[in-house]
């Protein structure tokens, strides 16, 4: 649990930038004016959630326990 809610955010900006990625998709499906925006903005909404998400990974290996014996 202690996990999932270091990624609650990342996901969660995930699943936004995935939805309104969807609804771009189906705007190009119709043909609609803004489907070209949506898409874009849910592409990059996307990458700054798995930006983060290796932003959290890295910091994850590079701290250590307090009482952990340094790496040699």
Do not use: C, N, S, Y
């Not at 900006?13 to 925006?37: E, N, P, R, S």
């Not at 996307?46 to 590079?62: C, S």
């Amino acid at each position: 649990m202690q996990l999932l809610r270091k990624f609650r955010w990342p996901i969660v900006i995930f699943l936004v930038g995935l939805a309104v990625k969807l609804f771009g998709a189906w705007g190009k499906i119709t043909h609609m004016a803004f489907a070209d925006t949506a898409l874009t903005i849910g592409f990059f909404t996307q990458m700054l959630a798995v930006f983060i998400t290796l932003f959290i990974i890295i910091g994850m290996l590079f701290t250590r326990t307090p009482g952990e014996p340094p790496k040699a």
